[in-house]
């Protein structure tokens, strides 16, 4: 079992940063993708960015540009920094591990961190 950790959310002016962090209990495999997904009211949750056990990064299209996805493996962390924030990032952000084990994946996900900005 992994838990998934998340700190850095709040309430931020439109315009203001945050930065997201997200501590993995422990890395179950090499070959793992960690990232953030978001989920506003009343939307389905969508992927916001992601980064490979090899660095690769993807980014959702209205992120990209003002949101950056980075990760320490020393730390089994990865973080989120939030630039430029519009009223449209308000959502529950949620921390996701995915891990493959031989022919098995393994996904989890943290307990989700409220993130507002004020318009």
């Known amino acids: 079992q992994v838990q998934l950790v998340e700190s850095g959310g709040g309430l931020v002016q439109a315009g203001g940063s945050l930065r997201l962090s997200c501590a993995a209990s422990r890395i179950i495999s090499s070959i793992d993708t960690m990232g953030w997904y978001r989920q506003a009211p009343g939307k389905q949750r969508e992927l916001v960015a992601g980064?490979?056990?090899?660095?690769?990064?993807n980014y959702a299209d209205s992120v990209k540009g003002r949101f950056t996805i980075s990760r320490d493996n020393a730390k089994n962390t990865v973080y989120l920094q939030m630039n430029s924030l519009k009223s449209e990032d308000t959502a529950v952000y949620y921390c996701?591990?995915?891990?493959?084990?031989?022919?098995?994946?393994?996904?989890?996900w943290g307990q989700g961190t409220q993130v507002t900005v004020s318009s």
């Open positions: 980064i490979s056990s090899g660095g690769s990064t």
């Open positions: 996701n591990y995915l891990a493959r084990v031989l022919t098995t994946t393994y996904e989890y």
